[in-house]
């Protein structure tokens, strides 16, 4: 008998509350609370503490207002236990109880045991005529993962009481894998490489800190299963968009083993230890689809529990699963319980793990209802007026899969949003690959035809070159289309047609003339990137020109091409993004977070002026002359500003060729020059400026 049990164990349950749902240690016993809409009952099974052998079954008490509750006297933390829920089998009508198999708890904060996928896990079965109405009589428990009563936590993580609370305008975002990142530096002890603790190491730290970011966007953490095509393939879902637990760290990114309570403590540590640098942690968190895929899928918890309640299934066909995320199915959020266990989840990372906020995944699934989508969806509002979540930064990747999935520009309230017209229009300027002057200035001027609404500020435009998924800056410098086919799928996953240009040489060259031209529009783009009016985002290993060998897709990649080549690290980039990102954080006027406006002078707010090489205001037919690219933007301070107030002057010039810009009559200093070929320091206004090519330069004034 597991010493977390009661010996002996009683013959039934008490009744227990009704809240909070999942099974927590209190008042010297175990409270259990299950929500399920349709179930005829739900039974609590027992396992002694390997999890090996079910010891008991008690049927829950309920339902009131859909959940299902016990209270076990005696009980505490440590105990093992799983759920088996008896209801119709139809799935003509949506539902596929079947209690032989056994259940993982939505709400488990500890998961136990090692998952392989089994023929046991169906609850159909496989192969039969009737196929997925089939029903699959089988006891799953032996092979099944089990939930952990965790140990009751009455304070909040280190983490949330000394979190930084980068204010938003202040905020310089880096998007990276916790494993990836670490996995191959070579500094870090080979025992805390690719984990949590090494993310954590001093090491890594100091090149965050010397970078300058100030906010970790963590690829997915919680815990995580292997698609079972790629687990028949020897591969894994490198990316982690797959969760089964959504209250509990992975253990594959722990030094610490796989015990639950050890993997959450060393993730607690590890955002303590970046907070105490000022560094904030975001997670990536996937609430638009679980690990049980489609209605072929397996039977691990929800669909167990509850399939008609936790999916959008399709009115035409109940038996079959809405697939808004493109992995099989869609959670149903607009359910007041599935909208309770996606806040209970997001909360429980803030007060209990530390963290400072969340990417999510395919957002617009969380606003969706029966007329699609609703920036007043009743999660939204939850969300927005949550007390512990008011603290959380809030951003949205604006699209999905389903009917008016792209919806950039529309979430609400505080949220900001990831913004790839941004992404493929200053790829596309820098390539030469079709962008008019106007599209590149509305994106560098904060994308106001998306987010100039709703009293919303440029910031809510998280602007990006790259990301976890496309290629990496190295890479779209250095290949004109993708190298996939590691991924086992013939080259038909990532994105086709993405902006991208090798310059004359498809991946790795000789050419000392191909390699510096690459890099010269590498530093153009990040400098892009840093200075445009919103909040940057670099994807990891960009500063130091990391490669992933052309996959612009490696989500199944564990290995030297989803890992960052730290050995092979361009410091000279690294060394110029840094002092682009600290003359960002040291100008207020380079982070500006209000809307220009029209002209100067003609508001309180500064006015971003668009010139012409020769020096004139560009003018309507200007914007949108294709065989002209080259401009200017100086950034002239409001009126009434103190008369000490610098005046900035942005000059783009993407042609492969030098030109003559005429600057306008001011004392200019030359500040940053991404070809490197202009000497730092005074530079005569009024007079023209040989501009080099595929160039970005900063100059700065004093007083006219």
């Given at each position: 008998?597991?010493?977390?049990?009661?010996?002996?164990?009683?013959?039934?349950?008490?009744?227990?509350?009704?809240?909070?749902?999942?099974?927590?240690?209190?008042?010297?016993g175990v409270n259990v609370a299950v929500f399920s809409d349709h179930a005829e009952g739900i039974e609590l099974c027992l396992f002694d503490a390997a999890g090996a052998r079910e010891v008991r079954r008690y049927p829950l008490h309920g339902p009131d207002d859909g959940i299902f509750h016990g209270f076990l006297p005696g009980a505490g933390a440590g105990m093992v236990y799983g759920l088996?829920?008896?209801?119709?089998?139809?799935?003509?009508?949506?539902?596929?109880?079947?209690?032989?198999?056994?259940?993982?708890?939505?709400?488990?904060?500890?998961?136990?045991?090692?998952?392989?996928?089994?023929?046991?896990?169906?609850g159909y079965e496989a192969g039969h005529a009737d196929g997925t109405n089939s029903i699959d009589t089988r006891d799953n428990a032996a092979w099944a993962l089990k939930a952990r009563v965790a140990v009751p936590r009455d304070i909040p993580a280190p983490g949330f009481l000394n979190a930084p609370r980068v204010p938003v305008r202040e905020t310089v975002l880096a998007e990276l894998h916790?494993?990836?990142?670490?996995?191959?530096?070579?500094?870090?002890?080979?025992?805390?490489?690719?984990?949590?603790?090494?993310?954590?190491?001093?090491?890594?730290?100091?090149?965050?800190?010397?970078?300058?970011?100030?906010?970790?966007?963590?690829?997915?953490?919680?815990?995580?299963?292997?698609?079972?095509?790629?687990?028949?393939?020897?591969?894994?879902?490198?990316?982690?968009?797959?969760?089964?637990?959504?209250?509990?760290?992975?253990?594959?990114?722990?030094?610490?083993?796989?015990?639950?309570?050890?993997?959450?403590?060393?993730?607690?540590?590890?955002?303590?230890?970046?907070?105490?640098?000022?560094?904030?942690?975001?997670?990536?968190?996937?609430?638009?689809?679980?690990?049980?895929?489609?209605?072929?899928?397996?039977?691990?918890?929800?669909?167990?529990?509850?399939?008609?309640?936790?999916?959008?299934?399709?009115?035409?066909?109940?038996?079959?699963?809405?697939?808004?995320?493109?992995?099989?199915?869609?959670?149903?959020?607009?359910?007041?319980?599935?909208?309770?266990?996606?806040?209970?989840?997001?909360?429980?990372?803030?007060?209990?793990?530390?963290?400072?906020?969340?990417?999510?995944?395919?957002?617009?699934?969380?606003?969706?209802?029966?007329?699609?989508?609703?920036?007043?969806?009743?999660?939204?509002?939850?969300?927005?007026?949550?007390?512990?979540?008011?603290?959380?930064?809030?951003?949205?990747?604006?699209?999905?899969?389903?009917?008016?999935?792209?919806?950039?520009?529309?979430?609400?309230?505080?949220?900001?949003?990831?913004?790839?017209?941004?992404?493929?229009?200053?790829?596309?300027?820098?390539?030469?690959?079709?962008?008019?002057?106007?599209?590149?200035?509305?994106?560098?001027?904060?994308?106001?035809?998306?987010?100039?609404?709703?009293?919303?500020?440029?910031?809510?435009?998280?602007?990006?070159?790259?990301?976890?998924?496309?290629?990496?800056?190295?890479?779209?410098?250095?290949?004109?289309?993708?190298?996939?086919?590691?991924?086992?799928?013939?080259?038909?996953?990532?994105?086709?047609?993405?902006?991208?240009?090798?310059?004359?040489?498809?991946?790795?060259?000789?050419?000392?003339?191909?390699?510096?031209?690459?890099?010269?529009?590498?530093?153009?783009?990040?400098?892009?990137?840093?200075?445009?009016?919103?909040?940057?985002?670099?994807?990891?290993?960009?500063?130091?020109?990391?490669?992933?060998?052309?996959?612009?897709?490696?989500?199944?990649?564990?290995?030297?091409?989803?890992?960052?080549?730290?050995?092979?690290?361009?410091?000279?980039?690294?060394?110029?993004?840094?002092?682009?990102?600290?003359?960002?954080?040291?100008?207020?006027?380079?982070?500006?977070?209000?809307?220009?406006?029209?002209?100067?002078?003609?508001?309180?707010?500064?006015?971003?002026?668009?010139?012409?090489?020769?020096?004139?205001?560009?003018?309507?037919?200007?914007?949108?002359?294709?065989?002209?690219?080259?401009?200017?933007?100086?950034?002239?301070?409001?009126?009434?500003?103190?008369?000490?107030?610098?005046?900035?002057?942005?000059?783009?010039?993407?042609?492969?060729?030098?030109?003559?810009?005429?600057?306008?009559?001011?004392?200019?200093?030359?500040?940053?020059?991404?070809?490197?070929?202009?000497?730092?320091?005074?530079?005569?206004?009024?007079?023209?400026?040989e501009v080099p090519p595929r160039v970005l330069l900063l100059l700065r004034s004093g007083p006219a």
């Amino acid at each position: 008998m597991s010493p977390s049990l009661p010996a002996p164990l009683p013959e039934t349950l008490a009744e227990g509350r009704a809240e909070p749902l999942g099974a927590h240690a209190r008042d010297g016993g175990v409270n259990v609370a299950v929500f399920s809409d349709h179930a005829e009952g739900i039974e609590l099974c027992l396992f002694d503490a390997a999890g090996a052998r079910e010891v008991r079954r008690y049927p829950l008490h309920g339902p009131d207002d859909g959940i299902f509750h016990g209270f076990l006297p005696g009980a505490g933390a440590g105990m093992v236990y799983g759920l088996r829920a008896h209801g119709p089998y139809a799935p003509q009508e949506g539902h596929r109880f079947n209690p032989h198999k056994l259940l993982l708890d939505p709400w488990a904060r500890e998961i136990v045991g090692r998952h392989a996928w089994r023929d046991e896990h169906l609850g159909y079965e496989a192969g039969h005529a009737d196929g997925t109405n089939s029903i699959d009589t089988r006891d799953n428990a032996a092979w099944a993962l089990k939930a952990r009563v965790a140990v009751p936590r009455d304070i909040p993580a280190p983490g949330f009481l000394n979190a930084p609370r980068v204010p938003v305008r202040e905020t310089v975002l880096a998007e990276l894998h916790v494993r990836g990142f670490t996995r191959a530096h070579p500094a870090l002890p080979p025992a805390l490489r690719g984990s949590y603790a090494g993310l954590a190491h001093p090491v890594v730290i100091g090149h965050l800190k010397s970078l300058g970011v100030t906010t970790l966007s963590l690829l997915p953490v919680a815990y995580m299963l292997d698609e079972p095509a790629l687990a028949a393939r020897g591969q894994v879902n490198h990316w982690g968009y797959n969760t089964l637990g959504f209250f509990c760290p992975t253990p594959r990114y722990a030094s610490c083993g796989d015990d639950p309570a050890a993997v959450a403590d060393e993730f607690r540590a590890m955002v303590a230890a970046l907070h105490e640098h000022g560094l904030e942690v975001v997670l990536d968190v996937v609430f638009n689809h679980t690990a049980e895929g489609d209605e072929r899928g397996a039977t691990l918890s929800w669909r167990g529990l509850d399939h008609a309640g936790w999916y959008r299934l399709r009115d035409d066909d109940r038996s079959r699963c809405e697939d808004f995320s493109g992995c099989g199915n869609t959670l149903n959020v607009a359910h007041p319980r599935v909208a309770q266990f996606v806040l209970d989840a997001l909360r429980f990372w803030v007060r209990d793990m530390g963290v400072d906020g969340f990417r999510f995944d395919l957002a617009p699934v969380l606003g969706r209802g029966a007329n699609g989508f609703d920036p007043g969806a009743g999660f939204f509002t939850a969300l927005r007026q949550d007390p512990v979540l008011a603290r959380a930064k809030l951003i949205a990747e604006p699209w999905d899969l389903g009917p008016g999935g792209y919806q950039a520009g529309r979430f609400p309230g505080r949220f900001l949003e990831w913004n790839d017209r941004f992404r493929d229009d200053v790829r596309r300027y820098w390539l030469g690959q079709g962008t008019t002057r106007g599209g590149f200035a509305c994106r560098f001027a904060g994308s106001a035809d998306l987010f100039r609404r709703g009293r919303r500020r440029p910031s809510a435009s998280v602007n990006f070159v790259t990301a976890h998924d496309g290629f990496s800056l190295a890479d779209l410098t250095s290949y004109s289309r993708k190298h996939n086919e590691a991924n086992g799928e013939g080259n038909r996953d990532g994105r086709d047609g993405e902006p991208a240009a090798n310059f004359g040489v498809e991946g790795p060259t000789a050419s000392a003339e191909i390699q510096a031209l690459r890099t010269r529009v590498r530093r153009a783009l990040l400098a892009t990137l840093v200075f445009a009016q919103g909040t940057p985002m670099l994807a990891a290993g960009d500063e130091i020109a990391d490669t992933r060998g052309g996959n612009n897709n490696p989500y199944n990649q564990d290995n030297q091409t989803g890992w960052i080549h730290w050995a092979g690290a361009d410091r000279e980039l690294m060394a110029f993004a840094e002092r682009c990102i600290a003359l960002r954080r040291a100008e207020p006027a380079l982070r500006h977070d209000e809307w220009f406006a029209a002209r100067p002078g003609a508001g309180r707010e500064a006015a971003l002026v668009w010139l012409a090489p020769a020096g004139r205001v560009l003018l309507d037919g200007d914007w949108h002359n294709g065989g002209e690219q080259a401009m200017g933007a100086m950034l002239v301070p409001p009126a009434g500003a103190d008369e000490a107030a610098s005046r900035w002057l942005f000059v783009f010039n993407p042609d492969p060729e030098p030109l003559l810009f005429q600057l306008p009559a001011h004392r200019w200093e030359l500040v940053i020059d991404s070809s490197g070929e202009l000497p730092p320091g005074p530079v005569a206004g009024g007079r023209p400026l040989e501009v080099p090519p595929r160039v970005l330069l900063l100059l700065r004034s004093g007083p006219a």
